[in-house]
């Protein structure tokens, strides 16, 4: 498994950039071969592409050529021990964030002060209510900002915290089709954009409660 920045992927002809974009390679000869989750068959992309997509330069997520590999006939005893731990530092890093205010728990609230007046603060509101749609509910998310395939996982692993996350997963599915509503509109409706702020608001106030429960939950290793 390969992380990657889409953006240099052939098969997505530089669309736009998304470092962390994970894809399975299956083989390899004059181009590689990709197992990825928006397309049923494999995608070929050269090795140049390839190369330039492992190693991206985005100043937000830089990547140097990540890589898991996984034996499927290995002892999973050792991944089980490794979810509590996982979970923990996902909930550390959700509250108290590397980049501060630019991701996390800080960057949402950011998010939900900010979205309501995106008409008066860039031109291109359009295009960002319909690019903020896809980023939460179509771009390989899983639907729901990848919040209801993180509470697939929660259930897995025994976490009553699962039902936490279906309902984030519900409010920013909300949101996103209020985002895809107003990106559709020729002129900025007051009340629309009030809506989306709401939303907003209620995805924010249930993010909150999912990660602060999952840090008392703790490492339960």
């Keep these: 498994m390969l992380l990657t920045d889409l953006y240099y992927l052939d098969h997505y002809g530089k669309s736009a950039h998304f470092p962390g ?12 071969y990709l197992s990825d989750t928006a397309f049923e068959d494999l995608q070929a992309t050269s090795l140049e592409s390839l190369r330039a997509a492992r190693h991206g330069d985005h100043p937000i997520f830089p990547l140097a050529g990540h890589m898991v590999s996984y034996d499927p006939a290995a002892d999973r005893g050792g991944l089980a021990a490794a979810v509590p731990r996982a979970i923990a530092r996902n909930a ?6 590397p980049l501060g205010e630019f991701e996390g728990l800080p960057a949402l609230r950011r998010f ?3 979205v309501g007046r995106w008409p008066q603060a860039v031109d291109d509101w359009q295009w960002c209510a ?11 998310t899983g639907g729901g900002n990848f919040r209801s395939m993180y509470a697939w996982f929660l259930d897995e692993a025994g976490y009553e915290q699962a039902a936490e996350a279906a309902a984030a997963a519900s409010a920013w599915t909300e949101l996103a089709a209020a985002l895809l509503e107003a990106s559709e509109d020729d002129e900025p409706r007051a009340g629309c954009w009030a809506e989306i702020a709401g939303r907003a608001e209620r995805a924010l106030e249930v993010e909150e409660r999912l990660w602060a429960s999952l840090a008392r939950a703790g490492d339960r290793g």
């Design 130 to 140: 319909r690019f903020a749609y896809q980023t939460i509910e179509r771009r390989g």
């Design 112 to 114: 939900a002060a900010e």
């Design 92 to 97: 550390s890093q959700m509250i108290d964030p």
């Design 21 to 32: 974009h994970a894809v399975v390679l299956a083989g390899d000869e004059r181009f590689a």
